[in-house]
C-alpha cells in the first residue's frame, strides 16, 4: 500500500505544528532528514526546526550522500522508497564502513520483513507512517541519548548557569529567556568556555545548510545573546575576537 503526501500525515501532526507545542530540544541537535515526499519533509522539518533542532532536508540518496561528509550530523531521518536508490542501500552503507550515526527509518512499509529488513540493515528504531509527530520528536531524542551523544549537566561559567536538561538560563539567580537558537549558541560557548569558537563552528552546531547568503546571522544571534547576558548587570562575559569569533571567558580581556 502506497501513502499519499496527505494520508502520511497523522492529523495531530498538523494540530501539534500549529500550536508549536513540545518542549524545546535541550541539546544542539542536527539531522538529516531524506524523504521525498515534499509535504512530509516540510512539515517534519518545520516541526523539529520549532523544537530547537537544525534540519536538512535532502530528497535522494544521491543529495544524502553528499551531505553527509560535511556535516556534523547527530541524526539521520531516513525514508526507504527514495526516486533513486532504496534508503536500506544507504544504511547498510554506512553501517558497512563503521559509521555508526543514530538512524531512525521512516516509511510507509509496514510488514514484518520490512521491519527486519530495516533493523537487520543498521536501522536504530523504524517508525511507521502515518505517525504522530511528538512520538517523533521523542524518538529522536531517545536515539541521540542511546548514540552517546555528551548530554551535559549544567554549565557553569562564573555567575552564569545553563542547564540543557530545563531549558533554562540563569545569571547570578536571575533568570534569562532566550529563544532555541541563542540557547543552542550559548550552550555551545559555554562547552567552550575560554577558548575560541569560530563563526564556522557555530554555523555548523546551531544552524542548518539554508542559512547562506546571511553572512553576519551568527555575529546578530551572538549580539542578542550579549546583550541578554549582560542585563544583569555584570562584568562582560561573552568577547569578540577580531575577525576570528568569539569567547565566553571570566576573564577580563
Ligand atoms: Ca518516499
Given at each position: 500500500?502506497?501513502?499519499?503526501?496527505?494520508?502520511?500525515?497523522?492529523?495531530?501532526?498538523?494540530?501539534?505544528?500549529a500550536?508549536g507545542a513540545?518542549?524545546y530540544?535541550?541539546i544542539?541537535v542536527?539531522?538529516?532528514?531524506?524523504e521525498?515526499?515534499?509535504?512530509?519533509?516540510?512539515?517534519?522539518?518545520?516541526g523539529?526546526?520549532?523544537?530547537?533542532?537544525a534540519?536538512?532536508p535532502?530528497?535522494?540518496?544521491?543529495?544524502?550522500?553528499a551531505?553527509?561528509?560535511?556535516n556534523?550530523?547527530?541524526?539521520?531521518v531516513?525514508?526507504?522508497?527514495l526516486p533513486?536508490e532504496d534508503?536500506l542501500?544507504?544504511?547498510?552503507e554506512?553501517?558497512?564502513?563503521?559509521?555508526?550515526i543514530?538512524?531512525l527509518?521512516l516509511t510507509?512499509?509496514?510488514?514484518?520483513?520490512?521491519?527486519v529488513?530495516?533493523?537487520?540493515?543498521?536501522?536504530?528504531?523504524?517508525?511507521?507512517?502515518?505517525?504522530?509527530?511528538?512520538?517523533?520528536?521523542?524518538?529522536i531524542?531517545?536515539?541521540?541519548?542511546r548514540g552517546g551523544?555528551?548530554?551535559?549537566?549544567?554549565?557553569?561559567?562564573?555567575d552564569?548557569e545553563?542547564?540543557?536538561?530545563?531549558?533554562?538560563v540563569?545569571?547570578a539567580?536571575?533568570?534569562?529567556?532566550?529563544?532555541?537558537?541563542?540557547?543552542?549558541?550559548l550552550?555551545?560557548?559555554?562547552?567552550?568556555?575560554g577558548?575560541?569558537?569560530?563563526?564556522t563552528?557555530?554555523?555548523?552546531?546551531?544552524?542548518?545548510?539554508?542559512?547562506?547568503?546571511?553572512s553576519?546571522?551568527?555575529?546578530v544571534?551572538v549580539?542578542?545573546?550579549?546583550?541578554k547576558l549582560e542585563?544583569?548587570?555584570?562584568?562582560?562575559?561573552l568577547h569578540?575576537?577580531r575577525?576570528?569569533?568569539?569567547?565566553l571567558d571570566?576573564r577580563p580581556?
Open positions: 500500500m502506497k501513502a499519499t503526501a496527505g494520508q502520511a500525515l497523522h492529523p495531530g501532526l498538523y494540530g501539534c505544528l500550536f513540545g518542549p530540544n535541550p544542539p542536527r539531522v538529516l532528514l531524506v521525498d515526499d515534499r509535504a512530509l519533509s516540510r512539515a517534519v522539518r518545520d523539529l526546526t520549532a523544537q530547537g533542532m534540519v536538512d535532502v530528497g535522494s540518496v544521491r543529495d544524502a550522500r551531505m553527509l561528509p560535511t556534523p550530523y547527530d541524526c539521520i531516513l525514508d526507504l522508497g533513486d534508503g542501500g544507504l544504511l547498510r554506512l553501517r558497512e564502513r563503521g559509521d555508526e543514530p538512524v527509518v510507509a512499509r509496514g510488514t514484518v520483513e520490512d521491519r529488513g530495516g533493523l537487520n540493515a543498521g536501522a536504530d528504531d523504524y517508525l511507521l507512517k502515518p505517525f504522530a509527530f511528538p512520538e517523533l520528536t521523542a524518538r531524542r531517545a536515539l541521540i541519548r551523544s555528551a548530554v551535559p549537566t549544567v554549565l557553569q561559567v562564573a552564569l545553563l542547564d540543557p536538561g530545563r531549558f533554562r540563569t545569571r539567580g536571575v533568570a534569562i529567556s532566550l529563544t532555541a537558537k541563542e540557547f543552542a549558541i550552550e555551545c560557548l559555554m562547552t567552550h568556555a577558548q575560541l569558537v569560530t563563526r563552528m557555530l554555523l555548523d552546531q546551531c544552524w542548518d545548510a539554508s542559512y547562506e547568503g546571511l553576519n546571522l551568527v555575529d544571534h549580539g542578542r545573546v550579549r546583550r542585563v544583569t548587570g555584570g562584568p562582560p562575559l569578540t575576537v575577525g576570528a569569533g568569539f569567547v571570566a580581556r
